[in-house]
């Protein structure tokens, strides 16, 4: 189905749309009522209030019920997405799908040369030993005009990406992956970075998770294109099984945060990369 198709259809299904935001409201007044002390206001569209948790300080005893809530929130989207709704998959997932998935390296982590290029290969060397097994953020960009992003033949569209806005010095356009949440604002998910050998050997079949926070505002949440009403890009996507065949390099952001644009290239052309730079 077309994504023209799946718009008009979407915008005729107004009774799904308040009953997908009112299940994550329901989550969030049962866990309002059971812990009245946990937290003073349910939701906020004030995301500086919330507070980010990371992977260790989630798996602490107290913080259970609250670990419990954040993957009933993403588990009701994934319920909507995946399992209830065709169209909403199609959105996300199908040939025709509108959005493109790219994960910023150090978005919101000002690294130095040497630490951006150390990371850069720990992440091609993954994608090439296919061990893309933990949850990653990315932003999503919903189709600027009539061009799509690919040809549906699995080559991508350079002039496409001439305008899309750019949020650190290497984006990795993935060409593979499950989208399991997807909100306007940050998230608030857990860092990855912040792992330590325990969370990592506990989650060493899954993948470690990356959960939204339950104070999130169920109006910052897209389950599909009419809840796109607050602009083509995406703040936050939470992808899993993911890989990767393409690049963006920022003059912007190298020049800004001192890195050797031709370092990178070098790096991508060793591997057999394509990139793009803008």
């Not at 709704?85 to 040939?95: A, L, N, Q, T």
């Amino acid at each position: 189905m077309k994504f023209s198709s799946l718009k008009t259809a979407f915008y005729e299904s107004v009774s799904r749309d308040s009953t997908r935001r009112r299940g994550i409201r329901g989550h969030q007044e049962r866990l309002r009522k059971e812990n009245p002390d946990l937290f003073s206001t349910l939701p906020t569209h004030n995301v500086s209030d919330i507070v980010q948790m990371d992977h260790p300080s989630m798996n602490k005893p107290e913080n259970a019920k609250l670990k419990s809530l954040r993957r009933e929130m993403k588990g009701h989207w994934n319920h909507w997405v995946h399992n209830v709704s065709k169209e909403f998959d199609d959105f996300w997932h199908g040939i025709d799908s509108p959005i493109l998935a790219v994960h910023w390296v150090n978005l919101l982590d000002e690294a130095s040369e040497a630490d951006t290029l150390r990371m850069l290969e720990q992440y091609i060397v993954r994608n090439i030993e296919k061990d893309n097994k933990h949850d990653i953020s990315c932003v999503g960009y919903m189709e600027f005009g009539s061009q799509p992003w690919d040809d549906n033949n699995g080559n991508w569209i350079e002039s496409s990406f001439k305008k899309l806005p750019v949020f650190s010095p290497i984006g990795l356009v993935l060409n593979k992956r499950t989208v399991n949440w997807a909100t306007y604002s940050d998230a608030w998910t857990e860092f990855i970075s912040s792992a330590g050998e325990k969370e990592l050997d506990y989650y060493k079949s899954s993948g470690l998770p990356k959960r939204p926070s339950v104070e999130l505002s169920p109006d910052f949440v897209i389950f599909g294109p009419e809840d796109m009403n607050l602009g083509n890009i995406i703040n936050e996507l939470i992808v899993s099984k993911y890989e990767w065949n393409f690049a963006i390099i920022s003059k912007v952001y190298c020049r800004d945060r001192g890195i050797d644009i031709k370092k990178i290239k070098s790096m991508f052309d060793q591997y057999g990369i394509n990139y793009i730079i803008r």
